[in-house]
Nanobody, 117 residues
């Protein structure tokens, strides 16, 4: 059974930092492209950052220079380091595991990030 579980969300003041973690089980993690997405109330889910099997990364313009995605294949975990957080970063953050060659796509349940003073 595949499980994708996020952790690390919470309440943080503007300018602060958080590190999100996402651990996947039941899959061969190293075969998967991993991504972080977010969804604010009343808005569509949007891409935040992705990291490929070979650790190439891609970021939304709104988070470039502030967020960093990384992966540890030995721990089946992908991270999102978020610095210089802004109120507009407030959202539910969702982890995605995707495999292209054999179509597979899995989502976690999400972790809430709230940036407020």
């Amino acid at each position: 059974q595949v499980q994708v579980v996020e952790s690390g969300g919470g309440l943080v003041q503007p300018g602060g930092s958080l590190r999100l973690s996402c651990t996947a089980s039941g899959i061969t993690f190293s075969f998967y492209h991993m991504g972080w997405y977010r969804q604010a109330p009343g808005k569509q889910r949007e891409l935040v950052a992705t990291i490929t099997r070979t650790s190439s990364t891609n970021y939304a313009d709104s988070v470039k220079g502030r967020f960093a995605i990384s992966r540890d294949n030995a721990k089946n975990t992908v991270y999102l380091q978020m610095n210089s957080l802004k109120a507009e970063d407030t959202a539910g953050y969702y982890c995605n595991a995707q495999r292209i060659d054999v179509p597979r796509n899995y989502w976690g349940q999400g972790t809430q990030v709230t940036v407020s003073s």
